[in-house]
């Protein structure tokens, strides 16, 4: 039998520090690394949800998300660990890597959506 390796659970200060140096737009709040993201209609909230539950259940970790017509919060912790673990982090990253992809802005044959139609706007991007 193979014993549970026990996962790092970050302090206040630790979760802090990380977020201002890797996801400056998360914060911490309540026990959760939380990000809200701002769209332009249901339509683009639902498309952040689930872009969000594809990332989750392939990394298998899952937040807790709420969601109204034009945002969706994003809310990470550890249950098993009761805390924040590199986990929410790394999840965290993917998500934002994932939500705030600009294809227009890189380049290519990629262009992104148009934002200056709002019939085809998607999230307000930060």
């Not at 140096?21 to 026990?31: A, I, R, S, T, V």
């Not at 690394?33 to 990332?55: A, D, E, F």
């Not at 990470?76 to 934002?96: P, S, W």
Request: hydrophobic share 35%.
């Amino acid at each position: 039998m193979t014993e549970v390796s026990k996962e790092k659970v970050y302090s206040e200060a630790e979760i802090a520090e990380r977020l201002g140096k890797e996801l400056p737009n998360w914060h911490y709040e309540n026990g959760w690394i939380r990000r809200k993201y701002k769209t332009h209609s249901w339509k683009s909230t639902l498309m952040v949800i689930n872009t969000v539950g594809h990332l989750a259940e392939a990394a298998w970790h899952h937040p807790d998300i709420t969601a109204s017509y034009a945002w969706v919060e994003v809310r990470l912790k550890n249950h098993a660990a009761k805390g924040i673990t590199d986990k929410d982090f790394q999840l965290a990253k993917k998500i934002e890597e994932v939500v705030q992809w600009q294809p227009g802005a890189e380049g290519g044959a990629l262009e992104g959506t148009p934002a200056t139609d709002q019939r085809f706007a998607y999230i307000k991007y930060d």
